[in-house]
């Protein structure tokens, strides 16, 4: 079937990727401090989810997708990942955090925080409350691994990274129709109040609800082609 020998050939553009980048990274082991393409798309990987004997994406996601924003791949790679020290972060302004403390609350009614995607909270022990949650999240995070993709195009609405955000999310959501590459029954995803994130077996929201061009592919492999063997 096509999608099945389009998902074979994109894990194994994943493969290549990571040979020539030096692996998946553990996002809690990231820093400002490595060297980081300006811009790019980021795939993430969780413990314990797998295709196969090859780690699973469970998230796809690019940055900097209108005119005006300046955000760099870094930056938004850090927003998920959250702060150090003291551990916190901000789910705000990061989906993936939002979505992810969210699910660990619907696992764990004991640990729900009533002002987990509303208004930042007034009252101080919300305060507290919320900070102890988005410190749960950067454990759960910093768990996960990350490969990177270096396009460096401008922002725009036309950008290439968004094509293959786009493109690599459809291809392996299981929303519209099952992939044949399912999450485990633990996955966090499975407690997630967004049916999208649930049905898809990704922390995505867009795009699990359409479908992939498989030309995507041979414009994925000229732009891994590119970076420098090691």
């Not at 469970?58 to 209108?66: E, F, N, S, Y």
Request: aromatic fraction near 8%.
């Amino acid at each position: 079937m096509p999608r099945t020998s389009d998902l074979l050939s994109f894990y194994g553009l994943m493969d290549e990727l990571a040979a020539r980048t030096g692996g998946r990274r553990q996002l809690a082991e990231c820093s400002g401090r490595m060297i980081w393409p300006e811009r790019g798309i980021y795939f993430f990987f969780e413990p314990g989810e797998m295709h196969g004997r090859q780690p699973r994406v469970v998230r796809v996601g690019t940055h900097a997708l209108t005119a005006t924003s300046s955000t760099t791949l870094w930056k938004r790679l850090s927003q998920h990942r959250g702060t150090i020290s003291p551990v916190g972060g901000n789910h705000r302004g990061s989906i993936f955090r939002l979505l992810v403390g969210e699910a660990l609350m619907r696992r764990d009614p004991d640990l729900a925080v009533q002002s987990w995607d509303a208004e930042r909270p007034s009252n101080g022990a919300e305060r507290v409350a919320e900070k102890q949650h988005e410190a749960r999240v950067s454990g759960y995070l910093g768990q996960t691994r990350i490969l990177c993709l270096p396009i460096n195009d401008p922002p725009g609405a036309g950008s290439l990274r968004g094509v293959i955000e786009r493109n690599s999310i459809a291809l392996l959501s299981n929303y519209l129709t099952p992939s044949g590459i399912e999450p485990s029954q633990g996955w966090l995803g499975q407690y997630s109040g967004r049916e999208k994130v649930r049905k898809s077996g990704l922390w995505n929201n867009r795009h699990v609800d359409e479908t992939h061009d498989p030309a995507f592919l041979a414009v994925f492999e000229r732009l891994i082609e590119r970076i420098p063997a090691p």
